[in-house]
C-alpha cells in the first residue's frame, strides 16, 4: 500500500490549502484514515481522522477550520484547511490503518510542507 500527498505549499495567515491523499488500493479496506503534522522540534501529531463510516474527529487546535473528507470511488482523503496560522507550519502526512486478525496495521505517506507565513 502506498500513499502519497499533494497538495502543500506557502500561503499567508489567513488564506487556504487542500491537501490530498491518494492510495494505491481501495481505502476501503482501510478502518481509518487521517492526517498528522510534525512541526521542526516537536513531535509528530494528530489533526484529523476518518472512519470508513465516516465518522470525523479534529484535534482542538484545528476545529473549526480544517476539514478531513473522503471520496471511496478515487480512494482519496482531503483535508480542506481555512484560516490558516503560522503555527499550522508543519509537515503534514497521510495516515491510512487497517485491523486485522493478526494485528493492527499503519501505512504513511511521504509527506507535503506546508507553510504560513504571518
Known amino acids: 500500500v502506498q500513499l502519497v500527498e499533494s497538495g502543500g505549499g506557502l500561503v499567508q495567515a489567513g488564506g487556504s490549502l487542500r491537501l490530498s491523499c491518494v492510495a494505491s488500493?481501495?481505502?476501503?479496506?482501510?478502518?481509518?484514515m487521517g492526517w498528522y503534522r510534525q512541526a521542526p522540534g516537536k513531535q509528530r501529531e494528530s489533526v484529523a481522522a476518518?472512519?470508513?463510516?465516516?465518522?470525523?474527529n479534529y484535534a482542538e487546535s484545528v476545529k473549526g477550520r480544517f476539514t478531513i473528507s473522503r471520496d471511496n470511488a478515487k480512494n482519496m482523503v482531503y483535508l480542506q484547511m481555512n484560516s490558516l496560522k503560522p503555527e499550522d507550519t508543519a509537515v503534514y502526512y497521510c495516515?491510512?490503518?487497517?485491523?486485522?486478525?493478526?494485528?493492527?496495521?499503519?501505512?504513511w505517506g511521504q509527506g507535503t510542507q506546508v507553510t504560513v507565513s504571518s
Open positions: 488500493g481501495s481505502i476501503f479496506s482501510f478502518n481509518a
Open positions: 476518518i472512519g470508513s463510516g465516516g465518522t470525523t
Open positions: 495516515n491510512a490503518v487497517a485491523f486485522r486478525p493478526t494485528g493492527e496495521y499503519d501505512y
